[in-house]
């Protein structure tokens, strides 16, 4: 029997909650809980009557450890699912820790104030050592590796598609076809229409600083930082069909490193239409996407938070999102002596998503690896003490249950290449 905590209830949460709700025999029991209680008791109620997991709700405000400690020790989970944003990741970590509980999440740490000396002054430290200036990293978390080792207990990070998928993908092409792998190209496509002049798949504030950072690649041991979209060009999807790709920096590529040392390169790729583009940059140019505060008429507002209330929810896309994503990563090396390439990918149609859990491609992507990386935790499969990210594990069980639960995957042994 298992009791699961789910922190979150906004569109990623809410696709991973219903898929857990599918699999009852592993969630027996979960509890969702977020900010806004109202939220998750909406969601429970949707549920009723149509899953025998055993469904509660509860409020927290998870930037207080203090409260989601009291509410580890009050429902007593045996998973701490983190699906509210990266700003609480370390608080639910330290929470998870005080209380003997095993913690996963979807995105790994970056900081709600980018204006804290403290976190500033280790941020800066590690763009001048590393070489990359994104807001966000894994240093934060890895931190947290001895803690977790010492209690005998596992964190997961990042287990959505990307983080999370890719990396599994990347595991896989080690593991069943690869003896070394020379490069990989990480490509994230969304063929999805949703009819309004601009709009974001997920948390607008975390997607919108995250694509007008300076992108970023690993090359030959180091990590080179370009302006932001400044490395674009075409590539014909499966299901799709031709996007402008634009080089992104991304967060697994800075793992993935770590955990297949021997790699020469590793890019990130992101599909945009003009109309996304044009808007951000008008947007970035009045100040729109800035995090630091500014007094209007007498009150602080941040201009991110305040362009958020005013975009469409991303959980409300769903029934507007018409056509595919296609996400997966190219890989170029040797097999028994030789040149290899392989591309191994997922196609999720929009339409077909909603019409099952009422939500867009981008939350169904992200919200079911969540639930399988849950699963992976809860079954024993993946258990190694420590804080882990997806590559690290065995992928095979991992990509058994993407398929059973709705992403399955379409492997190409004869690729074209990204050429930008
Ligand atoms: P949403 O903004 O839709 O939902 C966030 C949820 O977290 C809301 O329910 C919100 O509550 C809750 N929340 C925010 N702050 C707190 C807090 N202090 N305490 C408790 N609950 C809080 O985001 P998404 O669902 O789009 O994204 C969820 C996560 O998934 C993010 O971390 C995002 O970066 C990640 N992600 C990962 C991807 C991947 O492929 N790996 C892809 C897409 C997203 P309220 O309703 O009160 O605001």
């Excluded at 025999?25 to 509890?31: K, S, Y």
């Excluded at 005080?98 to 979807?106: I, K, Q, R």
């Excluded at 990293?137 to 990307?162: I, N």
Aim: net charge negative.
């Amino acid at each position: 029997m298992n009791r699961v905590l789910i922190i979150g209830c906004g569109g990623v949460a809410s696709v991973a909650i219903q898929k857990c709700c599918q699999a009852s025999h592993v969630f027996t029991e979960i509890c969702i809980a977020s900010r806004t209680k109202s939220k998750c008791d909406e969601l429970a109620a949707k549920l009723e009557g149509k899953t025998s997991t055993i469904v509660t709700t509860a409020q927290v405000d998870a930037d207080h450890q203090d409260q989601v400690e009291a509410l580890i020790r009050s429902y007593k989970p045996n998973l701490v699912m983190n699906i509210a944003l990266p700003y609480q990741d370390l608080t639910i970590m330290d929470a998870c820790l005080a209380c003997g509980v095993n913690y996963m999440d979807t995105a790994n740490y970056e900081p709600e104030d980018t204006d804290d000396p403290a976190w500033r002054a280790v941020y800066e430290k590690r763009c001048r050592e590393l070489g990359f200036s994104a807001l966000f990293d894994y240093s934060w978390q890895w931190a947290y590796r001895e803690r977790f080792q010492e209690k005998g207990l596992t964190a997961l990070l990042g287990s959505g598609f990307d983080p999370g998928v890719t990396q599994a993908y990347c595991a896989y092409a080690k593991k069943h076809h690869f003896d070394v792998i020379d490069t990989i190209d990480i490509l994230d496509c969304n063929g999805g229409d949703h009819g309004y002049p601009f709009a974001t798949n997920f948390n607008p504030e975390v997607n919108l600083r995250e694509v007008s950072s300076p992108g970023s690649y690993w090359e030959n041991g180091r990590w080179i930082e370009i302006p932001a979209m400044s490395i674009h060009g075409k590539y014909d999807f499966d299901g799709v069909g031709e996007k402008d790709i634009y080089l992104l920096h991304h967060e697994e590529i800075e793992s993935l490193v770590e955990n297949i040392p021997d790699i020469r390169r590793i890019r990130f790729f992101m599909t945009f239409g003009q109309s996304y583009l044009t808007h951000m940059h008008s947007l970035e140019n009045v100040g729109m996407l800035s995090t630091e505060p500014v007094m209007f008429e007498g009150h602080p507002i941040v201009p991110i938070k305040f362009l958020k209330a005013l975009l469409p929810d991303p959980a409300s896309l769903g029934s507007r999102t018409h056509g595919k994503t296609n996400i997966g990563c190219i890989f170029t090396g040797k097999k028994d002596g030789k040149e290899k390439r392989y591309y191994i990918y997922n196609i999720c149609d929009h339409q077909e998503c909603y019409r099952e859990v009422r939500s867009q491609a981008i939350s169904y992507t992200t919200g079911v690896p969540a639930m399988c990386g849950a699963m992976m935790l809860l079954t024993g499969k993946w258990n190694t003490p420590g804080v882990h990210t997806v590559e690290e594990f065995d992928p095979d069980p991992y990509l058994e249950a993407l398929s059973q639960y709705g992403l399955p995957y379409t492997e190409n042994f004869d690729p074209i290449l990204v050429e930008v």
